[in-house]
């Protein structure tokens, strides 16, 4: 007698909700949070605490659901990844901060600020794991930026109805927008603008091109108008060398498949494209100084001198305490221990100080030592370097323009941090963090049919 053949029997479904409406709805949950954390309005330009508090509620009670979904009904958000390991690694090292902070109270609050920013990044990359919601994530980060720069622009030509706090030192005229202050708005505009070049360039409809066109004007003209110098730069030198990068990768392409050289014809087109981008590009800059009125090297504004001493007594912060820093969130607190005479001087004829080091990687390393400041530059490093890879080895070419313009905004806010403190603000932060998962999700896509 032949044994009977029994085929295995299925494990029971135990999800409630289908997978795939279950990710539609976390990936709308998300963006309407995305939106919502990113364009809330305060009256107080310098009071972000009610945009922390969204970012550090809503995303992580997004996260657990996803895990919790994950689970029950199986998938879950997958392997973290090593840029997920490095952003664990932070955090933790963060929290590890606390102990020894000169207050533990700040610590905690900036850590936890941190932790929603990494749960915003575990979202992200779930979201973007189907092309579908990685595309219309990529739409929403448009449409902010878009939002942005109509209330930025409009305020810029006098028409502001909302009862802003005078800022002395950021006229509203500059374009402060949904983020009270320009230097903040500059720094969102510069990591989704790239994005808009790419989604662009990969669209092959030109009324789709149209409709992009149009959030990527203003959101130009907008930057042009915020004075943020090293912002404006920034953009333009890692926009620029996204674009030689496509140029010399397409054409290793078609020499490695033994295409033709380009036309002359086409290289004229191409080099005059060029000089009209660098024209457009040097009168950004100029206005940027202008808007700013200041000298090339911020001497009259006294500006870069005040960065310098400021610099200085991060450093001997970080000297003082290079392993564990003085704790996250604490620079203010510690940093009059070790003023200079510059600032001491100034505190005591002015009553103004520094607040911030004005550079994310010295008060990096001041507020969480050396190994905290190794975890910020391996997390830019890397995903600069996976989303180039996306951009040379993703088999669509809308990927690949999409990893390109995700490079371009990545290295454009880690050059921006060197002289500003960006990554503090909400608003930047969130978009960077969003940005990450992008990579992160888009890398992992190589390794898999879609």
Known sequence: MEPSSTKASAPPERSILPSGRFDSFLALFFLVYLGAASLMLTTLMDVNEPKWFLIRTAAPALLTVAVLRGLWGGGGLGRPGPLGFLALAYLA?????????????????????????????????RIASRPATRNALCWTLLAIGGAVSVYGVAQHFGHDFFPWQIHREVPVSRGVSFYGHATFTA???????????ALFAASARWPARGLIAMPLGLMLYHLSITGARMATLAFLVTTGCAALWWVLHRRRERAGEGRPAPSVRRIAAVLAIILV???????FVVRAWQTKGSDAFAIRQSSLALRLYTWETASRMTFAHPLMGVGAGNYEIASPRYWNTVEQVRTARYGRWMQQAHNEYLQTAAELGL?????????????????????????RREDRLLGLGMAAAIAAIAIDANITFSLQAPGSALVLWTVLGLIAASHQALGRPE
Not at 382 to 392: E, F, P, S
């Open 93 to 125: 090292w963060h929290a590890l901060s606390c102990f020894g902070a000169v207050n533990p109270g700040r610590a905690l609050t900036w850590t936890s600020n941190l932790a929603g920013l990494v749960c915003t990044f575990f979202l992200a990359a």
């Open 187 to 197: 720094s969102v505009l510069i990591q989704i603008i790239p994005l808009g070049l």
């Open 277 to 283: 981008a660098v024209a457009v590009g040097a009168g």
């Open 371 to 395: 190994p905290g400041v190794a975890l910020l530059l391996a997390i830019f490093a890397y995903g600069l370097v996976m989303a180039l890879d996306v951009a040379a080895r993703a088999p």
